[in-house]
């Protein structure tokens, strides 16, 4: 099945370690993104990918890294984890910058 | 700034129409989005409109007006599948999404 797939679904972190969350995209989309979701606010962008190769900070990049080597893999990494980063992320694909945006189904990270 | 503001909460009826709003100041403005999010699930596109004027899509239509940096979502015939948040987000001068803090709807029979 067509889409995109984010791995884990949930994972309790300790403080201080370091986490990737997954995100692959089998659509050929050339642009990706990472985002997270708090209660009461809005999605807020962390990092995105125009195309491969390329990456781009978004609203709330401190703290996290991208990397994005092919078309279709878009990892996020948490370099030492902190409670703040404690949140629902979602990593979505679209074909072009203005284009709409397919999410993939989240992952709850809890960072204690 | 930018910034996206739209209800926080609305409540409905079974077989209704409800209209949500959205205000924005986005710049380079470049669209206007919807995505309809359920509780515990992903957001999922409704809408974009980059035009002033209604686009209709079955039962749900979408407004825009840039001149007044205002939207709307339509939801006809209310049906309680569509007990979800609604999410308006505008697109800037960098393709970037501005989004606003979702609208709550709640269905009642």
């Known amino acids: 099945i067509a889409g995109i797939t984010q791995a884990p679904t949930s994972q309790i972190l300790a403080a201080g370690r370091r986490m990737t969350l997954r995100c692959t995209q089998d659509m050929r989309h050339n642009a990706m993104y990472w985002y997270r979701q708090d209660l009461g606010l809005g999605l807020r962008l962390i990092h995105y990918s125009n195309t491969a190769g390329t990456t781009g900070k978004g609203e709330v990049p401190d703290g996290y890294s991208v990397s994005r080597a092919n078309t279709d893999d878009f990892p996020l990494t948490l370099a030492s984890a902190v409670p703040s980063q404690t949140s629902v992320y979602f990593c979505?694909?679209?074909?072009?910058?203005?284009?709409?945006?397919?999410f993939g189904q989240g992952t709850r990270l809890t960072v204690v | 700034g930018q910034n996206i503001d739209q209800p926080t909460e609305m409540t409905a009826t079974e077989g209704a129409i409800v209209q949500i709003n959205c205000t924005y100041q986005?710049?380079?403005?470049?669209?206007l989005f919807w995505y309809q999010q359920h509780a515990g699930e992903a957001p999922t596109f409704l809408s974009y409109n980059v035009l002033d004027g209604l686009e209709e899509k079955g039962r749900f239509s979408s407004f825009l007006s840039r001149s007044k940096g205002y939207s709307y979502l339509l939801l006809k015939e209310l049906q309680m599948k569509d007990s979800a948040s609604y999410l308006c987000a505008s697109m800037d001068s960098n393709y970037q999404l501005i989004w606003g803090a979702g609208t709550k709807l709640i269905i009642k029979p």
């Open positions: 986005t710049s380079g403005f470049n669209g």
């Open positions: 979505a694909s679209s074909e072009r910058m203005n284009t709409e945006a397919f």
